[in-house]
């Protein structure tokens, strides 16, 4: 394997030492790197109590494990990990408390990964806020720093969280805790507050301090500092590209009104999500222990909208989450017997409207950008519009730090809600080739319109990079998981999965831009309560249950056929076309070449879709070599347009 050089950016491409643009595909490690190991998962009971104690040593795997997972990921033609990291997983002992047995341990994986072709960015990774809070990312200690007691946030409806709901015993799927709900903790008053805090503490809370400084100076400076942590341990290391700012940060309140008035249709996200329409007032109030009624909203399958269906009173029992007085009543947000002091509180500054991308994400990307290109100048930033904004049509604002990826992420929401793939398109019958076609073209319109986000990144426009896309592999309550176990070895029970992966990857390589799917776990389990070890979710692209023996460079791969596809990894010149037909296993690429680029074209060519070996046509201008058996080079002598078809034997 050669050594790998680092990577730049040029315009909306890639580009290594050699001057080729690069694609970058590849796969997020790993799921489960959201919890402590060896027994972290939310498959186990637990009441976070030894949250200053745990290690994450062992995410994404024990090193003597580490050969066999990147071969495999390696077999299967990924180029590039988003390696995950937690800052509980670095600086969970407490304020400016390195865990530097787990730092020597991240270093080791970040290393090894060199030695099987793989390019790493690392990812700060969290979802809602904590652990604590339904999710994983920051340390049980920041809730402490804040004055909010963790252990009440169940019995105060502060928190959605499995290690509460979840009858253990009992098993399975359950209706008190519904697949795919964590997300609903952002509504929740403990995300609201934190996230509020973090982003924007200076503006809504002026006159909160801990140790001297304002409470977000204070997150923000303790969360940043674990990066760099991390960032010098990796500085002397080159495949590694550089770091995602945070993984689809909450945005609390910023942006809402105070209060959803008698009528009012709701703002920001319980607008457009299923659940709890709670507004920042309700939030407040429930946080100090008053009991509220919640308007609930369900997700009609039919028009994919979300109507009222009733409501729920949420903390009955009058339970304050508070250690301390309530900062934003003492801000002047609000009253302590529920009254308005200021309805554009959240919303609004000196009369202006706030922006949450261009008054607090721009200036936090900065912050970040500017901490690790302290510790080393060419390092890339990974940055990324909040979902649910991408959804509405929003985007970066202008003025992001110079080299600046777009890393947005793109899911079939459809799917990854209901965990079916089922589109209308295809009329229940998989093999329908317009219904295909109607798929994939609007998957293409989506991910284009992702793409173009990067349009405001620069002058000259940015890669765009998909850093998160995927499917559930528990599809249709986990049939392909029967069908295996009555031993069905066959990719029959992969079917659906192989065809939502193609269709996604189809639209990718239309528009030429990389990604990374979500996600490689190591410890995945096909049972319904473990999966990916966190919240009942199952999207890794392996698991132990589906080995088929030491002999099988796959073992473990589900619809790997869905995944494991031909593409040109570098490019001598510029790519204009790549396509790949599933059918036929025809793979073309069109690219405007330059021969000054000494180093050639580099296209993965993966023996799951040529048993028999492949084919290779290109221009008598070129010269194609066979490296390794999946492995093609294509040296052009001339400049100028060339088409190069891969077929089957």
């Not at 502060?158 to 509504?187: E, F, I, L």
């Not at 080079?633 to 347009?641: E, F």
């Amino acid at each position: 394997m050669a050594k790998l050089g680092r990577l730049d950016m040029k315009g909306r491409w890639f580009v290594d030492e050699a001057g080729r643009r690069v694609i970058l595909r590849g796969v997020n490690l790993g799921g489960d790197c959201k919890v402590p190991f060896p027994d972290g998962g939310t498959q186990h009971p637990s009441d976070f109590s030894n949250h200053r104690a745990i290690s994450f040593v062992g995410r994404p795997f024990p090193l003597a494990e580490a050969d066999e997972h990147f071969a495999r990921l390696r077999h299967w033609g990924f180029n590039c990990l988003r390696l995950l990291t937690t800052w509980e997983a670095v600086e969970h002992a407490g304020p400016g408390q390195y865990d530097t047995e787990y730092l020597d341990y991240f270093a080791t994986i970040c290393a090894k990964a060199a030695e099987y072709g793989f390019y790493i960015f690392i990812d700060f990774h969290q979802d809602v806020w904590s652990r604590m809070t339904g999710g994983d990312g920051a340390p049980g200690w920041t809730f402490e720093a804040v004055g909010l007691d963790f252990t009440k946030f169940h019995a105060a409806g502060a928190a959605h969280v499995m290690q509460y709901k979840y009858d253990y015993a009992k098993g399975g799927r359950q209706d008190a805790y519904p697949t795919m709900t964590w997300s609903s903790n952002y509504r929740l008053p403990a995300n609201g507050i934190m996230w509020t805090l973090f982003f924007a503490g200076r503006d809504m809370t002026p006159d909160f301090l801990i140790d001297g400084v304002n409470v977000q100076d204070y997150l923000q400076g303790h969360y940043i500092g674990a990066m760099r942590s991390v960032a010098e341990r990796v500085k002397d290391l080159p495949h590694v590209i550089g770091f995602d700012t945070l993984n689809e940060p909450g945005e609390g309140w910023i942006g809402e009104k105070l209060s959803h008035g008698e009528g009012e249709d709701s703002t920001g996200m319980a607008a457009i999500m299923p659940g709890l329409a709670i507004s920042p007032l309700d939030a407040l109030l429930i946080a100090r222990g008053t009991p509220r009624d919640i308007p609930v909203r369900a997700l009609d399958s039919e028009t994919f909208t979300v109507k009222e269906i009733g409501k729920e009173r949420l903390n009955p029992n009058a339970i304050s989450i508070w250690m301390r007085p309530c900062p934003f009543e003492q801000a002047g947000a609000y009253a302590a017997d529920g009254s308005v002091r200021d309805p554009q509180y959240f919303s609004h500054r000196g009369g202006r409207k706030l922006s949450i991308e261009a008054d607090y994400m721009n200036p936090f990307f900065h912050r970040v950008a500017d901490a690790i290109r302290e510790i080393r100048a060419d390092w890339l930033v990974f940055a990324e519009v909040s979902p649910f904004r991408a959804f509405a049509g929003e985007g970066f604002a202008p003025g992001a730090p110079e080299r600046t990826v777009n890393a947005s992420h793109w899911y079939d929401i459809r799917t990854l809600a209901t965990k079916r793939f089922a589109p209308r398109e295809l009329k229940d019958n998989l093999d329908d080739a317009a219904g295909q076609g109607a798929v994939a073209e609007q998957y293409t319109a989506q991910l284009a319109h992702i793409a173009r986000l990067a349009d405001t990144l620069s002058s000259d426009g940015a890669p765009t990079l998909i850093g998160e896309f995927g499917i559930p592999y528990d599809l249709d309550d986990g049939a392909a998981y029967a069908e295996w176990a009555q031993g069905d070895r066959s990719s029959a029970p992969w079917k659906r999965h192989e065809l939502a992966l193609g269709l996604m990857y189809d639209a990718m390589d239309k528009l030429l831009i990389s990604s990374t799917q979500w996600n490689y776990t190591a410890a995945n389990h096909n049972d319904a309560a473990t999966g990916d070890n966190w919240n009942q979710e199952d999207l890794s692209i392996y698991s132990a249950d589906q080995s088929t023996g030491p002999n099988d460079p796959s073992s473990g791969g589900r619809a790997v056929k869905g995944f494991s596809r031909p593409f040109a990894r570098h490019i001598q010149g510029e790519p204009k076309r790549m396509s790949f037909d599933r059918r036929t296993a025809e793979f073309t690429l069109v690219f405007d070449a330059d021969p000054k680029l000494r180093a050639p074209t580099e296209i993965f060519v993966p023996l799951i879709h040529y048993p028999g070996g492949a084919k290779v046509d290109c221009p008598d201008t070129c010269h194609a070599e066979w490296i390794t058996e999946t492995l093609l080079h294509i040296r052009a002598k001339t400049p100028g347009p060339k088409m190069v078809v891969v077929t089957r034997l």
